[in-house]
């Protein structure tokens, strides 16, 4: 039996209709989160609808990628992991303009929109899970996946910590812990993709 190639071809199908969900989940959650983040004067809400807006174009980078040769492959996840440093040291400045300028964020917003967020990054984490032993993209969306999670559950603790304490440290605290996790997912990849094999 000669072989096709049908298996493979189903298989980056596959992968292309995960891609398409979890860009959509990105890109609407960085559009609801950077609103909410103004509005509520909160570093969190902001440092995470800029991952969001990572992880979608990340997820877009990906979805061009598959399919593709290995060295196309390898620049696209080169690509996502410069942008997640780019968007990492982005948020830290808005840290330190925001430490700077002062304000109190609103905690009841960071614990609502950052429950929301953590429900829309677990349904993406689930997905790509599935992929997750593929190629360097599916390799880095599982990452940044894994690192939304985390930073969600952050966003909801730092809430809490802001309408107890009255005070606007824990909002920048967790602004910039999530952009180092943006930072260090950055780096991994750029050694994931720079390892990768022809």
């Not at 493979?8 to 950077?34: G, P």
Request: charged share 20%.
């Amino acid at each position: 039996m000669t072989d096709c190639g049908c298996e493979l071809e189903a298989e980056n199908d596959e992968q292309r209709k995960t891609l398409r969900v979890v860009l959509a989940i990105n890109a609407a959650m960085f559009l609801i989160e950077v609103v909410t983040g103004i509005l509520a004067g909160s570093t969190g809400l902001i440092a995470d609808s800029l991952d969001m807006l990572a992880d979608a174009s990340v997820y877009a980078i990906s979805l061009f990628a598959v399919g593709r040769t290995v060295g196309i492959r390898r620049k696209a996840a080169t690509i996502s992991g410069a942008l997640q440093l780019a968007l990492g040291i982005g948020v830290l400045v808005e840290s330190y303009r925001r430490f700077v300028g002062g304000g109190e964020p609103i905690g009841v917003a960071m614990i609502g929109m950052g429950s929301v967020a953590l429900i829309a990054n677990t349904i993406c984490l689930k997905l790509i899970s599935k992929h997750k032993g593929g190629d360097v993209n599916f390799r880095a969306s599982y990452i940044f996946s894994a690192n939304d999670v985390i930073a969600n559950i952050g966003v909801i603790i730092s809430g809490l910590l802001v309408l107890w304490l009255g005070s606007q440290i824990p909002d920048l605290s967790i602004g910039v812990i999530i952009a180092m996790i943006v930072v260090w997912g950055g780096v991994r990849i750029l050694k994931d993709a720079r390892n990768e094999r022809e």
